[in-house]
């Protein structure tokens, strides 16, 4: 069963393209005229030059809003095109889901034939910047640890390219995890938590501990004191990054 078959059923409400990160992404598949969108969820983020999106989630496909891409059940390291099919693939938050990793890797650069864009996150910067998994939820971050993919590992797989930060706007329309970092009571609705899957994966057994403080220190304001400054940033690096190679 794929992983967001349990999670994602919910994943359309709280999860929708940040027109600021979609400009990022954009702006990294550049003039390709055909894109294919591996591991697409609900169909965030793609651009309307999108020709396929493949998922293996029919619980995701079923969420894709009218319009979109036409899509395909199936999985990155079996993708169903020819060699050099597309122009630019990109493969958006899920590489940290794939079972073969190397293999994923291996048939997006084999379907594309000018770029492959990936986004995702340095788990080492994430761990320190981020005060959700630092201070309250750490254990979020160790599971995270045990799926996380460093970047180094994947600019090798990807045969090198280049790697871009993406800021996290404060008012971030995208519901993913470091999305509210400045809105923390998000954190307590278990319908946000739903759409995270470090969060929803972790358990919320093993997250009440956490949770419990959060709350208290919220209605307290003991976490407006101690995050003071982070009010009045406009957005945050706190490990995003697109990757972006030619090929």
């Not at 940290?96 to 864009?117: F, N, T």
């Amino acid at each position: 069963m794929a992983v967001y078959d349990a999670l994602g059923a919910t994943y359309a409400r709280t999860r929708q393209a940040d027109p600021r990160i979609a400009a990022r992404i954009h702006a990294a598949l550049g003039d390709a005229t055909g894109v294919v969108n591996v591991g697409a969820g609900s169909g965030s983020y793609e651009p309307a030059r999108t020709v396929l999106a493949v998922e293996p989630s029919q619980v995701m496909i079923s969420q894709r809003p009218p319009g979109a891409a036409p899509a395909v059940q199936g999985v990155a390291e079996h993708l169903p095109l020819r060699d050099d099919s597309a122009d630019a693939v990109m493969a958006l938050l899920t590489v940290h889901h794939w079972a073969d990793l190397a293999a994923g890797i291996a048939e997006l650069r084999r379907v594309a034939r000018r770029r492959v864009v990936i986004l995702t996150w340095d788990q080492a910067v994430f761990r320190e910047r981020f005060w959700l998994v630092r201070d309250y939820l750490p254990e979020a971050a160790a599971f995270d640890d045990t799926r996380a993919v460093p970047i180094d590992r994947l600019l090798d797989l990807l045969g090198g390219g280049r790697q871009e930060p993406v800021r996290i706007p404060h008012d971030c329309a995208d519901g993913f995890g470091a999305a509210f970092w400045r809105r923390p009571h998000a954190y307590l609705d278990p319908c946000v938590r739903a759409g995270i899957s470090m969060l929803a994966q972790t358990g919320d057994d093993a997250l009440a501990p956490g949770l419990t403080r959060l709350a208290s220190d919220l209605a307290t304001g003991r976490w407006h004191s101690r995050y003071a400054e982070l009010l009045t940033l406009e957005s945050i690096d706190v490990g995003y990054r697109l990757l972006v190679t030619d090929s």
